[in-house]
T-cell receptor, first 116, second 113 residues
């Protein structure tokens, strides 16, 4: 069964350092999402891509966060500089093209970030 | 905007039935989802309701009342492996044809023998 891949699974970094996360969605899934999940809360959407275009980044802290999906396949989320409050699980999800069962999002295993 | 409320924690006994409620207030609505999330793992899809009524899928059922802004997830014949967080999520109206989800904080369910 196809899965969303993410790496690394765990990352510990010091505040003010840069950190990057990678996501490879399920093949053929045009829509890709990055979520942040703080312990004890639900996932919060940071950015949504349709192919290589950003369609929603209204909750992305653009002064320190950036995201790209250059070829419309895999994606990278970067934080620079990291702050203590960025400690969270970063989840990537993808969904099939519209017109199919596009309502379901498939999540990757996540990257657990700890900022010290 | 969207405001989604669900209980923080629930406990239940193995073999029993439990109902997890979710209420929402949205400026628009395009469907309601339930996801299961075990500790330290990714959420996995359980159900999707867009019309009023009950959707049944094995031991899990989900109900929606759009007029009341209310949904519940019903878990029958509880098993220890059902101990997890259950996330209620609302899909706001399509924006340019693209779907998005807004999640509640989740309900942590503990199943005990």
């Amino acid at each position: 069964e196809a899965e969303v891949a993410q790496s690394p699974r765990y990352k510990i970094t010091e505040k003010s350092q840069a950190v990057a996360f990678w996501c490879d969605p399920i093949s053929g899934h045009a829509t890709l999402y990055w979520y942040r999940q703080i312990l004890g809360q639900g996932p919060e959407l940071l950015v949504q891509f349709q192919d290589e275009s950003v369609v929603d980044d209204s909750q992305l802290p653009k002064d320190r966060f950036s995201a790209e999906r250059l070829k419309g396949v895999d994606s990278t989320l970067k934080i620079q500089p990291a702050e203590l409050g960025d400690s969270a699980m970063y989840l990537c999800a993808s969904s099939p093209p519209s017109g199919t069962a596009s309502y379901e999002q498939y999540f990757g295993p996540g990257t657990r970030l700890t900022v010290t | 905007g969207q405001n989604i409320d669900q209980p923080t924690e629930m406990t239940a006994t193995e073999g029993a039935i439990v109902q997890i409620n979710c209420t929402y207030q949205t400026s628009g609505f395009n469907g309601l989802f339930w996801y299961q999330q075990h500790a330290g793992e990714a959420p996995t899809f359980l159900s999707y309701n867009v019309l009023d009524g009950l959707e049944e899928k094995g031991r899990f059922s989900s109900f929606l009342s759009r007029s009341k802004g209310y949904s519940y997830l019903l878990l029958k014949e509880l098993q220890m492996k059902d101990s997890a967080s259950y996330l209620c999520a609302v899909s706001p109206p399509f924006s340019g044809g693209y779907n998005k989800l807004i999640f509640g904080a989740g309900t942590r369910l503990a199943v005990h023998p």
